[in-house]
């Protein structure tokens, strides 16, 4: 028996169309197209059976084929159990869906790579790792997408060690990315190597632990990281085994207490965390300093106050200079596996980005010009061409 919408639903969408927003979003954002016509029985019998038959039984034989002869090798899952979209929390798979749809958009219109979203109605770990090992022969890479924290850790890396395709967790690495690269331009604008940076950042979820680790892999000259209960550190109670890594491996300096008590003599500020720091807090500082105040809507200082003490400040919003977009990178990160049909992103991989996107910004590095547009259409073949070479390199690429 058909539903047909009853009057109420109707006026209820005719007003919330009223809102750009969910006009565009009618429908959804993505559709299916075909690569080749079907215009006559010739071309059904090509496309579909009997000529289909025959390419099935030589990837049958060869099941390395279906990387040539189907779109396997061009598309990635994008991969959410909506437990930590955007600023919004664990809202759930449906609601997840217009942001998924949004990646697999910006993974096509960035660097021409087919992304299809899912959104899985489950939340155990055992059955997240499960489930995307079993879609993983529909697809040449994973992105995993607002995942929580702890959670997506377990998660990434159980699915990295099970598949031989790349496995990216966004949230975490494309940041990470982004970060590196700006904090690189804004180091070399302040006449500084990153060894001589002592970072502070706010928050170790999923964002917060994977720039603190790209930049110790980068050089960064020491961290500290902070979370709801103050500065992370060895011998702190209640610590998970993410946060008891990080305890070993930053915060040389033994700092206790809160994020604005260690930001008094830094150099850097990120901050992952949805929370505030004082304006007095960014003023006690290091002369020169860099502010990257990252939360989104709201940054955990207004960009125009960091802007009063600080060299240069970056946010997540596009309303202001200097925007950590991850968009700046995981289409190219991905282009690049894809295109050399790495079987893994190596941390080579992620830093290999970051010098590429820093690399794009070149002469025209100013205060307000630490990292590129998003609409620079350099950044996604530097990424890519970066990423391709670096997988060579490190001896991940199968072509």
């Given at each position: 028996?058909?539903v ?22 009618r429908?959804?954002k993505?559709e ?22 025959r ?12 990387k ?20 919004l ?16 958009l910006?993974?096509k ?30 697809f ?13 850790f ?11 395709i790349p ?5 975490q ?7 590196l ?13 990153l ?52 305890a ?6 033994g ?20 929370s ?31 802007r009063?003490?600080?060299w ?19 289409p ?12 893994t ?5 992620k ?8 690399a ?10 630490v ?29």
């Amino acid at each position: 028996m058909a539903v047909t919408p009853s009057s109420a639903s109707l006026k209820t969408l005719e007003a919330l169309d009223e809102d750009p927003a969910f006009a565009l979003h009618r429908g959804g954002k993505l559709e299916v197209r075909s690569t080749v016509p079907v215009r006559d029985a010739d071309d059904l019998a090509l496309a579909y059976t009997p000529g289909v038959a025959r390419v099935c039984s030589a990837i049958a034989e060869n099941p390395e084929l279906a990387k040539d002869y189907t779109w396997v090798s061009n598309v990635v899952a994008v991969v959410s159990d909506g437990t930590a979209v955007l600023g919004l929390g664990d809202i759930g798979p449906s609601a997840a869906m217009p942001v998924m749809e949004g990646k697999a958009l910006l993974f096509k219109q960035f660097a021409n790579v087919d992304a299809v979203p899912i959104c899985l109605d489950c939340t155990d770990v055992d059955a997240l790792v499960e489930t995307v090992v079993r879609l993983a022969p529909s697809f040449g890479g994973i992105n995993l997408e607002d995942i929580s924290a702890p959670r997506c850790f377990e998660v990434e890396d159980r699915l990295r060690e099970l598949l031989d395709i790349p496995v990216f967790h966004d949230d975490q690495h494309g940041t990470a990315i982004v970060v590196l690269a700006a904090l690189k331009n804004a180091a070399r604008l302040t006449g500084r190597s990153l060894g001589e940076l002592r970072v502070v950042v706010a928050g170790a979820g999923a964002s917060g632990v994977a720039v603190s680790r790209i930049l110790l892999n980068a050089g960064i000259g020491d961290i500290g990281v902070s979370d709801s209960k103050g500065l992370i550190y060895q011998g702190r109670e209640g610590l998970n085994a993410v946060k008891e890594a990080l305890a070993r491996d930053t915060n040389r300096a033994g700092l206790r207490g809160s994020t604005e008590h260690a930001l008094a003599g830094a150099d850097v500020f990120v901050g992952l965390s949805g929370s505030t720091v004082s304006e007095e807090s960014i003023a006690s500082m290091a002369p020169g300093s860099i502010v990257f105040a990252l939360s989104n809507p709201t940054p955990e200082v207004h960009p125009e106050v960091a802007r009063k003490h600080a060299w240069v400040v970056a946010t997540g919003r596009s309303d202001f200079p200097n925007q950590i977009n991850n968009v700046l990178a995981f289409p190219g990160v991905f282009r690049g596996a894809l295109d050399v049909r790495a079987t893994t992103i190596t941390e080579n991989m992620k830093v290999a980005a970051a010098e590429a996107l820093a690399a794009v910004v070149g002469d025209d590095l100013s205060a307000d010009y630490v990292i590129p547009s998003p609409f620079d259409e350099r950044v996604a073949p530097a990424v890519t061409a970066a990423v391709a070479a670096q997988a060579r390199a490190d001896g991940v690429a199968r072509v």
